[in-house]
């Protein structure tokens, strides 16, 4: 896994909410906009994670 | 509630102790090791190396009473990993306490190499060639994971360790154990070398998604942390650590965490904000996803689908 663009997709979606929200639309647009390579597996995660499904995960992980 | 499956191959294998085990010490450490596994937190719920490969067995049209057969088999390997790791990490059932390192170690070879040998000729019913070849398959299985255990991550620097060479140590042990497991399904039904690798595959990246699942949780929900007891540098804390300026403060504080109760509070903090449980929350789910790519490649019959997808799901949402 590509643990580095990963880190730098995540740092952004967290801090830029108009990237995140775009990206919520259309991962792939977003993920080519920044120029990280990341094969789909990893985007498909990280979209999961960012909604959806990834919520219940993120709170199940978090605790929330 | 354990499957009615599950219940049966624990039964199969509790059978297999009394008829073949010589020693009443060997057989009460190995009926111990079986009862403490099915009464674990874990396998309460579900026994996902023994459930996995189990499924996927039946979807490769092997019979009833070979995918049985297998479930004994991985049961064994299971026992025999999880007993060698737990020597390892001194991290033993009370119960166990008044044997020696040196027999249970014995009871590990045992589980890894008589037994499984057993398990093989009188459960799963295959041809000689076949035998030694799923044998030969085990063996190669169990180097690589020794080698994984090998690889002293503890030796390393925790400044610079990298995510990178956690995974690699995860894939090489409990992502090959699994994928063992999945790959024997895969020979007993004599499929294409192909579809073989694709189950071996299928294996692998769960195992791996489950071991960074278990050690989510060992942080954030275990009544004790026994990773942060043995200073085990795990993805989560790894992740962390190549986000954070001040190195050093942090390790002290995973020092501190052996003893001090609240420093394991300050850590989940920390690795929370980071953002290092997110990522880690990723990676569980990009090895899910590839595992469920191969699934839809498999073409299983749509019952053994769906068991498959929701044992995937479990370990995707922690169910």
């Given at each position: 896994m590509n643990h580095s663009a990963v880190q730098q997709l995540l740092d952004v979606l967290n801090q830029d909410s108009t990237l995140y929200q775009r990206f919520k639309k259309n991962p792939v647009a977003v993920t080519n906009q920044l120029n990280l390579k990341l094969t789909p597996e990893e985007y498909k995660a990280i979209h999961k994670i960012k909604l959806g499904q990834g919520q219940k995960r993120s709170s199940v992980l978090l605790g929330m | 509630m354990q499957s009615k499956s599950i219940n049966f191959i624990f039964k199969k294998t509790d059978r297999l102790f009394d008829q073949y085990l010589p020693s009443d010490l060997l057989h009460t450490i190995l009926k111990n090791r079986l009862i403490n596994l099915k009464k674990s937190r874990q396998f309460q719920k579900w026994a996902p190396c023994i459930d996995i490969p189990y499924h996927l067995s039946l979807g490769l049209n092997n019979s009833l009473a070979q995918s049985h057969g297998l479930g004994v088999l991985t049961t064994l390997l299971f026992l025999g990993c999880d007993l060698l790791d737990d020597l390892h990490d001194q991290?033993?059932?009370?119960?166990?306490?008044?044997?020696?390192s040196a027999q249970l170690s014995l009871a590990s070879a045992v589980l890894l190499t008589t037994l499984p040998n057993l398990a093989l000729r009188k459960l799963v019913n295959v041809s000689v060639s076949k035998n030694f070849a799923l044998l030969k398959t085990i063996s190669d299985s169990l180097l690589v994971m020794a080698a994984g255990q090998l690889q002293?991550?503890?030796?390393?620097?925790p400044c610079t360790i990298q995510p990178d060479a956690i995974e690699a140590m995860v894939l090489k042990k409990s992502g090959e154990e699994l994928s063992l497991f999945c790959r024997l399904a895969a020979k007993i039904a004599s499929v294409s070398p192909t579809i073989e690798q694709k189950c071996a595959d299928f294996g692998k990246f769960l195992g791996t998604a489950l071991q960074i699942s278990s050690d989510v949780f060992d942080l954030f929900?275990?009544?004790?942390?026994k990773d942060l007891r043995h200073g085990s540098l795990t993805l989560p804390i790894a992740l962390h650590l190549v986000r954070i300026e001040k190195k050093e403060a942090f390790l002290q504080l995973l020092k501190r965490s052996r003893h001090v109760k609240n420093a394991r509070a300050k850590i989940k903090n920390n690795l929370t904000s980071s953002g290092s449980i997110e990522h880690t929350a990723v990676f569980i789910e990009f090895y899910c996803e590839k595992a469920r790519q191969i699934l839809n490649d498999l073409k299983f019959e749509h019952n053994v689908h769906r068991s498959l997808e929701k044992l995937i799901n479990k370990i995707s949402l922690q169910e």
């Open positions: - | 991290d033993l059932y009370k119960s166990e306490s008044p044997y020696s002293d991550l503890s030796s390393v620097n929900w275990a009544s004790q942390s």
